[in-house]
């Protein structure tokens, strides 16, 4: 089968699925960017890698267009630009096509009494509620919230973001881990922008409190941007130059250094946390990850108490407690981050997320609906969990 994937730019969290996918369909794969990446991921140190297989719209419309229509499987994820080419195959074939999508209600899913916007979710997906159109549900609230608009019933499947997934030889994290911790104390990582979904301030109200309870530990914060000279100064207020380094925006290459070298990740995005790529890096690096429950990246990815702990994004109180918790237990650190290593190395990548793909959709061509789909990971039915409901 050929497989065409069209999204707003290519970037580092999507290069290895579709590395994985050009080398599964003998180079039968197609990635058209309608747009050009923005310039504050650029300032972070994102690439712009063009890899052979990526088009651009504004270059190539015709090949783009053909593409799009006539694919034997589509991959629609954020592309206005494409999104009448997206429609017009919907409309006049019958060829397999995948939504991948975050939430509609980052807000709350009290915003679905709009008529004005289940009238556009109506054209642009409940319609075609009988056409081979699937949901790839990039976070684990998006089904719950394209149920209530009847849109891709029992087609909706778990999806996320896969950025590279490194491989360690056993025992080579703790050692890296160890070496890089001074004494005992253990070193604590939060890495993204200062934006307010992603609550910053909250990581440092927390550094302030362990260092007013007597904990003694090291706090990386790996991010930057608006907020960064408040932030600086707060440090300086509470004194906590000697606890906290704050590096600025950090290119992913050293975030990923820096997280191999920590023992925990602090999580704190809210709902308007699409996915949460760091979840899987931090993971992959084999940090005890505490997060919080609304970021859409946490109920595909974490087990609480298993692979990582989940608190409740506005409870300060919990993730106060949670974090002293980890402080003062060692063995519960380690055995948090060596399965949570195992989660992403064994299922939770790009090349396991390419080969459920292609598996399911082979089922789907052949007639079998989601027969093949898998019972865990990418490409498994989405059990469309509820969020909580927020006003």
């Known amino acids: 089968m050929d497989v065409t994937f069209v999204s707003n730019y290519i970037n580092h969290h999507q290069i290895p699925f579709c590395n994985a996918m ?3 369909t003998g180079n039968r794969f197609l990635f058209i960017e309608t747009e050009e990446m923005d310039s504050e991921r650029q300032k972070m140190g994102w690439k712009r890698e063009r890899p052979p297989y990526v088009i651009r719209l504004s270059e190539e419309p015709e090949r783009a267009k053909e593409a799009i229509l006539g694919s034997t499987v589509l991959l629609a994820g954020w592309a206005p630009e494409a999104e009448d080419l997206v429609t017009k195959r919907l409309l006049t074939t019958d060829l397999l096509t995948f939504r991948v999508s975050e939430r509609l209600y980052k807000d709350g899913q009290w915003r679905a009494i709009s008529p004005r916007g289940l009238a556009a979710k109506y054209r642009q997906y409940t319609r075609f509620a009988k056409k081979p159109y699937y949901l790839l549900s990039a976070g684990g609230y998006v089904g719950s919230d394209f149920r209530i608009i009847h849109a891709f019933p029992e087609k909706k499947l778990r999806w996320g973001y896969f950025p590279p997934c490194r491989h360690y030889a056993p025992g080579a994290l703790q050692k890296i881990k160890a070496g890089s911790r001074k004494g005992d104390v253990p070193e604590l990582i939060w890495a993204g922008r200062f934006v307010d979904f992603k609550h910053p301030e909250q990581v440092l109200r927390l550094a302030a409190d362990l260092k007013r309870g007597g904990e003694h530990f090291h706090l990386t914060i790996a991010g930057g941007g608006e907020g960064e000279e408040a932030a600086r100064k707060t440090l300086k ?5 000697q606890e906290v380094t704050l590096l600025g925006l950090t290119d992913p ?5 820096k997280m191999e070298r920590a023992d925990i990740h602090l999580f704190t995005s809210d709902a308007g946390e699409g996915w949460g790529a760091v979840v899987n890096e931090a993971m992959n690096s084999g940090c005890a990850v ?5 970021a859409g990246a946490v109920p595909f990815l974490i087990q609480n108490g298993e692979n990582g702990l989940v608190y409740e994004s506005r409870s300060y109180e919990q993730l106060l ?8 237990d060692e063995a519960l650190v380690r055995r948090l981050g060596e399965n949570a290593e195992k989660t992403i190395t064994g299922l939770w990548n790009a090349e396991h997320a390419a080969d459920a793909l292609l598996t399911v959709s082979e089922g789907i061509l052949e007639g ?8 865990e990971g990418p490409a498994s039915v989405d059990p469309c969990e509820k969020p909580f409901v927020r006003v």
């Open 290 to 294: 505490l997060a919080g429950n609304e």
């Open 368 to 375: 079998a609906g989601l027969a093949k789909a898998p019972a």
């Open 237 to 241: 207020e509470e004194g906590l130059e």
């Open 321 to 328: 407690a949670e974090t002293r918790r980890l402080l003062h």
């Open 22 to 24: 050009a080398e599964r």
């Open 253 to 257: 290459d050293t975030v990923r250094e």
